[in-house]
Protein backbone atom coordinates (compact mmCIF):
# COMPACT_ATOMS: atom_id res chain seq x y z
CA UNK A 1 0.00 0.00 0.00
CA UNK A 2 1.50 3.33 -0.96
CA UNK A 3 1.60 6.32 1.87
CA UNK A 4 4.01 8.49 -0.40
CA UNK A 5 2.32 10.87 -2.08
CA UNK A 6 5.42 12.43 -4.12
CA UNK A 7 5.26 9.35 -6.33
CA UNK A 8 1.62 8.08 -5.71
CA UNK A 9 -0.56 10.42 -7.99
CA UNK A 10 -0.53 9.53 -11.38
CA UNK A 11 -0.52 12.53 -14.17
CA UNK A 12 -3.92 14.22 -14.97
CA UNK A 13 -6.85 11.72 -15.75
CA UNK A 14 -7.36 12.56 -19.84
CA UNK A 15 -3.43 11.75 -20.42
CA UNK A 16 -3.02 8.38 -18.46
CA UNK A 17 -4.86 5.46 -19.24
CA UNK A 18 -7.99 6.97 -20.87
CA UNK A 19 -9.91 4.29 -21.47
CA UNK A 20 -9.90 2.66 -17.75
CA UNK A 21 -11.41 4.02 -14.89
CA UNK A 22 -9.46 5.69 -12.16
CA UNK A 23 -9.89 4.64 -8.58
CA UNK A 24 -8.79 6.27 -5.58
CA UNK A 25 -8.70 3.47 -2.58
CA UNK A 26 -8.73 5.29 0.47
CA UNK A 27 -8.10 3.72 4.22
CA UNK A 28 -8.11 5.13 7.70
CA UNK A 29 -4.48 3.43 8.43
CA UNK A 30 -2.58 0.59 7.14
CA UNK A 31 -2.47 -2.31 9.34
CA UNK A 32 -2.76 -5.94 9.51
CA UNK A 33 -6.63 -7.71 9.23
CA UNK A 34 -9.36 -7.97 7.17
CA UNK A 35 -9.72 -4.60 5.69
CA UNK A 36 -6.08 -4.26 4.40
CA UNK A 37 -6.41 -7.89 2.86
CA UNK A 38 -9.59 -6.78 1.08
CA UNK A 39 -8.11 -3.59 0.20
CA UNK A 40 -4.88 -5.36 -1.49
CA UNK A 41 -7.19 -7.98 -3.17
CA UNK A 42 -9.28 -4.87 -4.67
CA UNK A 43 -6.55 -2.83 -6.09
CA UNK A 44 -4.16 -6.09 -7.79
CA UNK A 45 -7.85 -7.47 -9.14
CA UNK A 46 -8.98 -4.35 -10.84
CA UNK A 47 -5.59 -2.94 -12.03
CA UNK A 48 -5.54 -6.66 -13.65
CA UNK A 49 -9.05 -5.65 -15.55
CA UNK A 50 -7.40 -2.41 -16.70
CA UNK A 51 -8.58 -0.38 -14.19
CA UNK A 52 -6.00 2.62 -12.85
CA UNK A 53 -6.51 2.02 -8.65
CA UNK A 54 -4.43 3.75 -6.18
CA UNK A 55 -4.35 3.09 -2.49
CA UNK A 56 -3.97 5.80 -0.02
CA UNK A 57 -4.11 6.21 3.86
CA UNK A 58 -5.07 9.01 5.88
CA UNK A 59 -2.31 8.41 8.63
CA UNK A 60 1.14 8.37 7.77
CA UNK A 61 2.01 6.60 10.56
CA UNK A 62 4.89 9.52 10.98
CA UNK A 63 3.21 11.69 13.76
CA UNK A 64 0.50 14.25 13.83
CA UNK A 65 2.66 17.23 11.96
CA UNK A 66 3.25 14.83 8.48
CA UNK A 67 -0.44 13.08 9.18
CA UNK A 68 -1.63 16.70 8.41
CA UNK A 69 0.23 17.64 5.29
CA UNK A 70 -0.95 14.02 4.01
CA UNK A 71 -4.35 15.40 4.70
CA UNK A 72 -4.42 18.79 2.92
CA UNK A 73 -2.49 17.11 -0.20
CA UNK A 74 -5.05 13.78 -0.49
CA UNK A 75 -8.06 16.72 0.01
CA UNK A 76 -5.99 18.71 -2.94
CA UNK A 77 -5.83 15.63 -4.92
CA UNK A 78 -9.27 14.42 -4.48
CA UNK A 79 -10.76 18.22 -5.54
CA UNK A 80 -8.79 18.43 -8.60
CA UNK A 81 -8.15 15.01 -9.75
CA UNK A 82 -11.13 13.50 -12.26
CA UNK A 83 -11.66 10.39 -10.08
CA UNK A 84 -14.35 8.41 -11.82
CA UNK A 85 -15.03 6.28 -8.03
CA UNK A 86 -13.41 6.82 -4.76
CA UNK A 87 -13.71 3.09 -2.56
CA UNK A 88 -13.75 4.45 1.11
CA UNK A 89 -12.74 2.12 4.14
CA UNK A 90 -13.28 2.49 7.88
CA UNK A 91 -15.13 5.00 9.55
CA UNK A 92 -12.66 8.13 9.16
CA UNK A 93 -11.90 7.27 5.61
CA UNK A 94 -15.01 7.46 4.59
CA UNK A 95 -16.44 10.46 6.01
CA UNK A 96 -12.98 12.40 4.71
CA UNK A 97 -13.65 10.87 1.49
CA UNK A 98 -16.91 10.68 1.11
CA UNK A 99 -17.04 14.45 1.95
CA UNK A 100 -14.45 15.53 -0.24
CA UNK A 101 -15.09 13.24 -3.40
CA UNK A 102 -18.89 15.01 -3.29
CA UNK A 103 -17.15 18.65 -3.12
CA UNK A 104 -14.30 17.05 -5.98
CA UNK A 105 -17.67 15.67 -7.88
CA UNK A 106 -16.71 12.05 -8.12
CA UNK A 107 -19.02 10.38 -9.99
CA UNK A 108 -18.97 7.12 -7.75
CA UNK A 109 -18.49 7.41 -3.70
CA UNK A 110 -18.53 4.08 -2.37
CA UNK A 111 -17.72 3.47 1.37
CA UNK A 112 -17.58 0.23 2.42
CA UNK A 113 -19.23 -1.55 5.66
CA UNK A 114 -15.97 -2.50 7.50
CA UNK A 115 -17.71 -2.37 11.14
CA UNK A 116 -21.28 -3.72 12.41
CA UNK A 117 -23.64 -0.54 13.48
CA UNK A 118 -22.55 -1.48 16.92
CA UNK A 119 -18.68 -1.43 15.82
CA UNK A 120 -18.99 2.52 14.86
CA UNK A 121 -18.24 4.87 17.40
CA UNK A 122 -21.50 7.67 18.06
CA UNK A 123 -19.69 10.61 16.17
CA UNK A 124 -18.76 8.52 12.82
CA UNK A 125 -22.25 7.03 13.25
CA UNK A 126 -24.21 10.50 13.34
CA UNK A 127 -21.95 11.26 10.21
CA UNK A 128 -22.77 7.97 8.27
CA UNK A 129 -26.17 8.23 8.44
CA UNK A 130 -25.89 11.70 7.61
CA UNK A 131 -24.00 11.29 4.53
CA UNK A 132 -25.96 7.87 3.73
CA UNK A 133 -29.22 9.66 4.01
CA UNK A 134 -28.40 12.82 2.34
CA UNK A 135 -26.32 11.65 -1.07
CA UNK A 136 -22.54 12.09 0.27
CA UNK A 137 -22.33 8.90 -0.54
CA UNK A 138 -23.31 6.91 -3.38
CA UNK A 139 -23.54 3.92 -2.80
CA UNK A 140 -22.47 1.30 0.46
CA UNK A 141 -20.53 -1.91 -0.11
CA UNK A 142 -22.15 -4.42 2.38
CA UNK A 143 -19.94 -7.74 1.53
CA UNK A 144 -22.58 -9.98 3.62
CA UNK A 145 -26.58 -10.12 3.65
CA UNK A 146 -26.39 -9.99 7.27
CA UNK A 147 -24.29 -6.97 7.30
CA UNK A 148 -26.97 -4.82 5.28
CA UNK A 149 -30.19 -6.37 7.26
CA UNK A 150 -28.00 -5.20 10.49
CA UNK A 151 -28.88 -1.48 9.41
CA UNK A 152 -32.45 -2.18 9.30
CA UNK A 153 -33.73 -0.02 11.31
CA UNK A 154 -31.64 3.18 9.47
CA UNK A 155 -33.57 5.51 6.72
CA UNK A 156 -34.78 3.73 3.49
CA UNK A 157 -33.07 7.17 2.05
CA UNK A 158 -29.98 5.23 3.14
CA UNK A 159 -30.63 1.44 3.06
CA UNK A 160 -31.29 1.67 -1.15
CA UNK A 161 -27.99 2.64 -1.50
CA UNK A 162 -26.68 -0.35 -0.60
CA UNK A 163 -25.17 -2.93 -2.77
CA UNK A 164 -23.65 -6.29 -2.09
CA UNK A 165 -20.60 -7.56 -2.96
CA UNK A 166 -19.56 -10.73 -1.05
CA UNK A 167 -16.12 -10.82 0.44
CA UNK A 168 -13.65 -13.42 -1.46
CA UNK A 169 -10.95 -15.02 0.43
CA UNK A 170 -7.56 -16.45 -0.69
CA UNK A 171 -6.52 -19.50 1.10
CA UNK A 172 -4.13 -19.05 3.87
CA UNK A 173 -0.54 -20.99 1.90
CA UNK A 174 -0.09 -24.51 2.65
CA UNK A 175 1.95 -25.27 5.48
CA UNK A 176 5.65 -25.31 4.71
CA UNK A 177 6.87 -27.24 8.41
CA UNK A 178 9.27 -24.03 8.72
CA UNK A 179 8.68 -23.44 12.77
CA UNK A 180 7.06 -26.87 14.80
CA UNK A 181 5.34 -24.67 16.78
CA UNK A 182 4.23 -27.28 19.30
CA UNK A 183 8.10 -28.10 19.68
CA UNK A 184 8.56 -24.39 20.21
CA UNK A 185 5.93 -23.79 22.50
CA UNK A 186 6.38 -26.94 24.72
CA UNK A 187 3.09 -28.60 23.82
CA UNK A 188 2.71 -32.01 23.31
CA UNK A 189 2.39 -33.84 20.14
CA UNK A 190 -0.78 -35.99 21.59
CA UNK A 191 -2.77 -31.98 23.37
CA UNK A 192 -5.80 -31.14 21.82
CA UNK A 193 -4.44 -27.88 20.35
CA UNK A 194 -7.48 -24.57 19.96
CA UNK A 195 -5.87 -21.73 17.60
CA UNK A 196 -7.17 -17.97 16.91
CA UNK A 197 -5.83 -15.33 15.30
CA UNK A 198 -6.70 -11.74 14.82
CA UNK A 199 -5.65 -8.27 16.89
CA UNK A 200 -6.04 -8.59 20.27
CA UNK A 201 -8.71 -6.18 20.81
CA UNK A 202 -12.46 -5.68 22.32
CA UNK A 203 -14.05 -6.91 19.27
CA UNK A 204 -12.04 -10.33 19.06
CA UNK A 205 -13.06 -10.99 22.66
CA UNK A 206 -10.20 -13.35 23.28
CA UNK A 207 -10.43 -13.14 26.81
CA UNK A 208 -13.39 -15.12 26.73
CA UNK A 209 -11.09 -17.88 24.82
CA UNK A 210 -9.07 -17.61 28.02
CA UNK A 211 -11.87 -18.18 30.38
CA UNK A 212 -12.80 -21.29 28.83
CA UNK A 213 -9.30 -22.91 28.75
CA UNK A 214 -10.43 -22.93 32.91
CA UNK A 215 -13.29 -24.91 31.29
CA UNK A 216 -11.13 -27.56 29.32
CA UNK A 217 -8.68 -29.40 30.76
CA UNK A 218 -5.20 -30.23 29.20
CA UNK A 219 -6.38 -28.19 25.96
CA UNK A 220 -3.88 -25.31 24.82
CA UNK A 221 -4.65 -22.22 23.08
CA UNK A 222 -2.24 -20.66 20.59
CA UNK A 223 -3.31 -16.46 19.37
CA UNK A 224 -1.60 -15.05 16.74
CA UNK A 225 -2.18 -11.98 16.68
CA UNK A 226 -1.15 -8.52 18.90
CA UNK A 227 -2.99 -5.56 19.78
CA UNK A 228 -3.92 -3.30 22.60
CA UNK A 229 -5.00 -6.39 24.88
CA UNK A 230 -2.13 -8.47 25.13
CA UNK A 231 -1.36 -7.72 28.75
CA UNK A 232 -4.98 -8.35 29.73
CA UNK A 233 -4.82 -11.50 28.37
CA UNK A 234 -1.84 -11.96 29.62
CA UNK A 235 -2.86 -11.22 33.28
CA UNK A 236 -6.37 -12.67 32.99
CA UNK A 237 -4.53 -16.27 32.25
CA UNK A 238 -2.72 -15.82 35.11
CA UNK A 239 -5.43 -15.20 37.44
CA UNK A 240 -7.14 -18.18 36.02
CA UNK A 241 -3.99 -20.02 36.26
CA UNK A 242 -3.99 -21.07 32.75
CA UNK A 243 -0.58 -19.17 31.66
CA UNK A 244 1.38 -22.24 31.20
CA UNK A 245 -1.53 -23.13 28.28
CA UNK A 246 -2.40 -19.85 26.72
CA UNK A 247 0.26 -19.20 23.95
CA UNK A 248 0.23 -15.19 22.54
CA UNK A 249 2.59 -15.51 19.60
CA UNK A 250 2.22 -12.14 18.48
CA UNK A 251 2.04 -11.22 14.76
CA UNK A 252 2.52 -13.48 12.25
CA UNK A 253 2.72 -13.20 8.16
CA UNK A 254 0.09 -14.43 6.33
CA UNK A 255 2.49 -17.16 5.21
CA UNK A 256 3.61 -18.47 8.58
CA UNK A 257 -0.12 -18.96 9.13
CA UNK A 258 -0.22 -22.43 7.19
CA UNK A 259 1.50 -23.65 9.72
CA UNK A 260 -0.18 -22.06 12.80
CA UNK A 261 -3.39 -23.91 11.31
CA UNK A 262 -1.90 -27.10 10.46
CA UNK A 263 -0.95 -27.38 13.90
CA UNK A 264 -4.05 -26.89 15.40
CA UNK A 265 -7.10 -28.95 15.82
CA UNK A 266 -9.87 -26.37 16.11
CA UNK A 267 -10.10 -22.47 15.41
CA UNK A 268 -12.34 -20.25 17.92
CA UNK A 269 -13.79 -17.34 16.52
CA UNK A 270 -15.14 -15.54 19.53
CA UNK A 271 -15.84 -12.04 18.08
CA UNK A 272 -18.35 -9.65 19.31
CA UNK A 273 -19.29 -8.40 15.79
CA UNK A 274 -17.88 -9.31 12.36
CA UNK A 275 -19.27 -7.86 8.76
CA UNK A 276 -17.73 -11.10 7.20
CA UNK A 277 -15.62 -13.34 9.26
CA UNK A 278 -12.98 -13.40 7.47
CA UNK A 279 -10.39 -15.35 9.45
CA UNK A 280 -13.17 -17.73 9.87
CA UNK A 281 -13.56 -18.58 6.19
CA UNK A 282 -9.58 -18.53 5.80
CA UNK A 283 -9.23 -21.84 8.75
CA UNK A 284 -12.29 -23.33 7.07
CA UNK A 285 -10.52 -23.63 3.73
CA UNK A 286 -7.93 -24.94 5.62
CA UNK A 287 -9.51 -27.77 6.75
CA UNK A 288 -10.16 -26.61 10.47
CA UNK A 289 -13.15 -27.30 11.96
CA UNK A 290 -14.52 -24.01 13.90
CA UNK A 291 -16.04 -22.87 16.69
CA UNK A 292 -17.60 -19.48 16.69
CA UNK A 293 -20.25 -16.91 18.15
CA UNK A 294 -23.62 -17.14 17.39
CA UNK A 295 -23.76 -14.62 15.22
CA UNK A 296 -26.09 -14.64 12.14
CA UNK A 297 -23.20 -13.56 9.40
CA UNK A 298 -21.33 -16.24 10.70
CA UNK A 299 -23.68 -18.90 10.04
CA UNK A 300 -23.79 -17.00 6.70
CA UNK A 301 -20.55 -17.86 5.35
CA UNK A 302 -19.53 -20.62 7.55
CA UNK A 303 -22.73 -22.65 6.86
CA UNK A 304 -22.24 -23.22 2.92
CA UNK A 305 -22.53 -27.04 2.62
CA UNK A 306 -25.80 -29.48 3.34
CA UNK A 307 -26.57 -30.17 6.84
CA UNK A 308 -24.34 -32.96 7.74
CA UNK A 309 -21.32 -31.22 6.95
CA UNK A 310 -22.38 -27.69 8.56
CA UNK A 311 -22.85 -29.56 11.67
CA UNK A 312 -19.80 -31.59 12.00
CA UNK A 313 -17.29 -28.85 11.09
CA UNK A 314 -18.83 -26.04 12.69
CA UNK A 315 -20.58 -24.78 16.27
CA UNK A 316 -21.80 -21.69 17.95
CA UNK A 317 -21.74 -20.58 21.34
CA UNK A 318 -23.70 -17.45 22.77
CA UNK A 319 -21.52 -14.18 22.06
CA UNK A 320 -19.21 -13.22 25.44
CA UNK A 321 -20.39 -17.07 27.11
CA UNK A 322 -17.19 -18.98 28.47
CA UNK A 323 -19.37 -21.73 29.25
CA UNK A 324 -21.00 -22.00 25.97
CA UNK A 325 -17.55 -21.16 24.05
CA UNK A 326 -16.19 -24.86 26.37
CA UNK A 327 -19.38 -26.62 26.18
CA UNK A 328 -19.28 -26.55 21.87
CA UNK A 329 -15.43 -26.97 22.19
CA UNK A 330 -16.21 -30.28 23.93
CA UNK A 331 -18.97 -31.17 21.97
CA UNK A 332 -16.73 -30.85 18.35
CA UNK A 333 -13.51 -32.63 19.87
CA UNK A 334 -15.76 -35.51 21.21
CA UNK A 335 -17.11 -35.56 17.30
CA UNK A 336 -14.29 -34.79 15.28
CA UNK A 337 -14.50 -34.77 11.93
CA UNK A 338 -12.49 -36.99 9.33
CA UNK A 339 -9.80 -36.13 7.34
CA UNK A 340 -12.29 -36.77 4.03
CA UNK A 341 -15.30 -34.44 5.58
CA UNK A 342 -12.27 -31.94 6.48
CA UNK A 343 -10.95 -31.60 2.98
CA UNK A 344 -14.57 -31.58 1.45
CA UNK A 345 -15.39 -28.80 3.38
CA UNK A 346 -12.22 -27.05 2.51
CA UNK A 347 -12.84 -27.20 -1.00
CA UNK A 348 -16.46 -25.76 -0.97
CA UNK A 349 -15.17 -22.77 0.86
CA UNK A 350 -12.37 -22.47 -1.51
CA UNK A 351 -15.33 -22.65 -4.57
CA UNK A 352 -17.77 -20.68 -2.65
CA UNK A 353 -15.52 -17.54 -1.38
CA UNK A 354 -13.53 -17.41 -4.25
CA UNK A 355 -11.56 -13.54 -5.15
CA UNK A 356 -12.29 -13.91 -8.74
CA UNK A 357 -16.37 -14.13 -8.10
CA UNK A 358 -15.72 -10.55 -5.50
CA UNK A 359 -13.73 -9.12 -8.59
CA UNK A 360 -16.44 -10.15 -10.95
CA UNK A 361 -18.67 -8.00 -9.16
CA UNK A 362 -16.69 -5.26 -8.60
CA UNK A 363 -15.99 -5.11 -12.42
CA UNK A 364 -19.67 -5.16 -13.31
CA UNK A 365 -20.53 -2.67 -10.36
CA UNK A 366 -17.96 -0.02 -11.71
CA UNK A 367 -18.72 -0.49 -15.97
CA UNK A 368 -22.73 -0.20 -14.82
CA UNK A 369 -21.97 3.29 -13.70
CA UNK A 370 -19.79 4.04 -16.13
CA UNK A 371 -22.73 3.59 -18.36
Known amino acids: MRHEFSSAFPEAADTLNPSGM ?11 GGVRTLVQMVETGLHARGFDVQTLSLDTGHGTVATLRNLAR ?25 FLGFLGRVPVRAAHHTAAPEGIRRHWKALDWLFGSTGIFTHFVSNSVSTSASFGKWPAAYRRRFILIPHGVDPIPPARAAVDWRQR ?22 GVLVEALRLLPGMHLIIAGDGPNRAALEDKARALDVAERVHLVGSIDRDELGDIL ?31 SDLPVLREVLCIGDEHENVSMTRFHPPCDATGLADAVKDLAANYPDAQLRSDFARLHREHHSRELMLERYTNFLRSEAG
Not at 80 to 89: E, L, N, Q, W
Not at 197 to 204: A, C, E, N, P
Not at 262 to 279: C, D, H, K, M, Q
Open 22 to 32: RILQLVTHDKM
Open 74 to 98: LAWAILSRKYDAIFTYQAAASVFGG
Open 185 to 206: LSIAPDAFLLVATGRLVDQKDH
Open 262 to 292: TTGNIYVFPSIWETFGLAGVEASMAGLPVVA
